[in-house]
C-alpha cells in the first residue's frame, strides 16, 4: 500500500508522456500534399464554389445556442487564420466576445478549393462567468473558449500543429486577454492545451504573429513586446527578444525567411523587425513610400510572403493588390479584375495567404461571400 502514490504518480507520467507522442505523431501524419487532385486556377481572381462559411455552420440549438445565426463574427468579430505551407490548407478559428461563443475549426483547403467545418462546438461559456472561461468542458485541455484571434495564430509546418495564443474571450463581462497557448492538430482534429515556459508573453487584445519556415519558431508582438516561440513536446518556450516598441490595435504581420524580415501593418503603422539576435532584432518604423495610402486607410490588411518572387504582398479589398519592394520600402499597387472586395470592417488579418505549390493567393474575406483565388497575370 505504500507504494500506490508512486505507481499511481508513474502510470500519470507515462500516460501523459504517451498522449503527447500520439498527438505529436498524428500532426506528422497530416505534413504533405492532399491526396486530392489539385485544382487547375486561371489567371485573375475567381470565387470557389460552396466556400461560403455561413453555408457550413453548426446549426441552431446545438446545445441550446443559436450557432448558424451567430457565426459569421467568427469573421467579422476580428476573426484570423493561417495557413498550413506544406498542404495548402488555411485553417479558421474565431469568435468570442459575446459575438459568437463557438469553438469551432474550418479548413479551407485551396489545393481541393473545398471548405469544411473539422469540428463540432463544445458547450458554450456561460456569459456571466467571472472571469471569462480559457476553456470548456470537460475542462481537461482539449476545448479552448472561442475568442477573437486577430493575427494571434500560426502554422507550425516542422511540427503539424496550429498555434494559438490569447484573444478576446467568449463572454459578456469585461476583463484581460487570455494568455494562454493551445496547440490543434488537423489529423487527430483535436486541441491541446500547451505547457509553455519561459517569458510567456501577457495576454492582449491585437497580438500579431507569424511562422518562420527558416528556424521553426513562431514569432509574436504581444503590442509590447517582441517574442519567439519554440514549440516542444512537453510544453513550448518563449523567448522576449525586444522590449521596445508598441502597435496598436488593427494590424497583421508576415515574415520573410530569406531576408530575415517580420512586417507589420495597418492603422497608419508600418514597422519592420529585423530577426536576428546580431541585430538585437532591431525595429524600424518605416516611412509610407510608394503606393502606401492603403496602410493609412485600413485596418490590419491581409499580408502575406511569397516565396516565389521575393517580396510581400499585401490586400486591404480596395480594388488592388500591393506588393513591396524591400530594397527601397516602397509599395505598388495592382488593379486586378474582378476583386472580391471590400475588406470586412475590422480586417483580413491571416485569411490572406500565399500558396506556392499553386502560385496564387487564397482569401476569405467575407462570412456571407465565398473564398476567392488569385493568378497573377504573367506579366
Not at 488593427?250 to 541585430?279: C, F
Request: with cysteine.
Amino acid at each position: 500500500m505504500k507504494f500506490s502514490g508512486y505507481v499511481s504518480t508513474c502510470c500519470s507520467l507515462v500516460l501523459l508522456g504517451l498522449l503527447f507522442s500520439i498527438f505529436q505523431s498524428v500532426a506528422n501524419n497530416d505534413a504533405g500534399w492532399s491526396n486530392t487532385t489539385a485544382r487547375s486556377y486561371q489567371q485573375g481572381w475567381q470565387a470557389l464554389p460552396d466556400t461560403t462559411l455561413t453555408d457550413h455552420c453548426p446549426p441552431n440549438g446545438l446545445h441550446g445556442y443559436n450557432f448558424s445565426d451567430y457565426c459569421h463574427n467568427l469573421v467579422f468579430a476580428w476573426g484570423g487564420a493561417d495557413l498550413d505551407e506544406s498542404t495548402g490548407r488555411l485553417y479558421l478559428w474565431g469568435g468570442g466576445h459575446n459575438d459568437y461563443y463557438g469553438n469551432e475549426v474550418y479548413q479551407l483547403d485551396a489545393m481541393s478549393g473545398r471548405l469544411q467545418r473539422l469540428t463540432e462546438p463544445a458547450q458554450p461559456a456561460d456569459p456571466a462567468t467571472r472571469p471569462r472561461l480559457t476553456e470548456l468542458q470537460p475542462f481537461d485541455g482539449s476545448q479552448p473558449n472561442s475568442r477573437h484571434t486577430y493575427d494571434g495564430m500560426a502554422f507550425i509546418s516542422q511540427s503539424g500543429l496550429l498555434w494559438a495564443f490569447s484573444g478576446a474571450l467568449a463572454g459578456n463581462t469585461s476583463g484581460p486577454a487570455a494568455n494562454d497557448t493551445w496547440l490543434f492538430s488537423p489529423s487527430s482534429n483535436r486541441w491541446l492545451k500547451d505547457k509553455s515556459t519561459g517569458d510567456i508573453p501577457a495576454g492582449a487584445f491585437g497580438v500579431v504573429a507569424a511562422y518562420d519556415s527558416q528556424t521553426g519558431l513562431v514569432y509574436i508582438h504581444n503590442r509590447s513586446a517582441l517574442f519567439s516561440y519554440e514549440y516542444q513536446q512537453t510544453g513550448g518556450v518563449y523567448k522576449k527578444l525586444n522590449g521596445a516598441g508598441g502597435l496598436g490595435l488593427g494590424v497583421n504581420a508576415a515574415i520573410d525567411p530569406v531576408n530575415r524580415k517580420m512586417l507589420i501593418i495597418g492603422n497608419k503603422t508600418q514597422i519592420l523587425y529585423d530577426l536576428t539576435a546580431e541585430s538585437g532584432y532591431q525595429r524600424s518604423r518605416l516611412p509610407l513610400k510608394g503606393d502606401a495610402e492603403f496602410i493609412q486607410q485600413f485596418p490590419a490588411p491581409g499580408l502575406t510572403y511569397n516565396s516565389k518572387d521575393g517580396h510581400f504582398y499585401a490586400w486591404p479589398g480596395d480594388g488592388k493588390l500591393y506588393k513591396f519592394d524591400l530594397a527601397n520600402l516602397s509599395w505598388q499597387g495592382m488593379v486586378i479584375e474582378g476583386d472580391p472586395g471590400p475588406q470586412v470592417r475590422h480586417g483580413t488579418f491571416g485569411r490572406f495567404a500565399y500558396i506556392k505549390a499553386l502560385d496564387g493567393f487564397v482569401l476569405l474575406n467575407n462570412p456571407r461571400q465565398p473564398a476567392y483565388f488569385l493568378k497573377l497575370p504573367a506579366n
